[in-house]
């Protein structure tokens, strides 16, 4: 009864709150191909040493960022080979390196990417990370006629993955309904509650914070 009442607790928390997150940018389509929007912030080296600079992060491909000293110096690309993560005020995101994510790029056949970055949503037992990147949509310019070509567009995705505290490996969150509760049912059989939580409920990919709570709140 008592893990009912804290379910109830964080969905309502869940529905009437608005997380500070990279959401804001990624929506802001103006943004995502130009040089004219940079944040103060830094990235962290693989010595754990720390470089302070301004940092735009398009959200094009996951897997690198831009980044300026300063507004007169020149930006160069960071890519996952070079830093574990980084921090924009901006929105107040941080991100961090993944590793052999499986992200649902059509272009790419739902290739595993090797290194990604993933804003960090919720820390604990459970962790929960947020991957943007660019789909590619085909498309038929209207109207159709004799002679119209095949041609690719970029729309926003977001795929989420979650880790647990100490256990190496992670899961890519599945979009459809029956596919996320046999995957999260599974993930997450050390706490039958939660199990039993998603089971009984209509909560979908789109309320995997409340869950994540939902699990780091639960004995």
Known sequence: MKFKYAVAALITFHLSSTSTN????????KNLYTESYYSTGYYILKDSSVRKGLIKYNFDMPDRFRFREDVNSKAITISTDECIGFYEDGDKATFTVLENVKLPMKSLANKT????FAETRIQGDLN?????FQQAQGFFDAPQVPGDTYKTRRIPATTFVLTKKGIPGHLVVPAKNKNFREALSEYLA???GVVQFING????????DVIVQSYNTSK
Do not use: E, H
């Open 201 to 208: 409920s209509q909560l979908t990919k789109d309320n995997i």
């Open 22 to 29: 990279a959401q804001g940018i990624f929506n802001d389509k």
């Open 128 to 132: 929960l990370f947020v991957v943007y």
């Open 190 to 192: 050390d706490k039958p």
């Open 113 to 116: 990417i090797s290194k990604c």
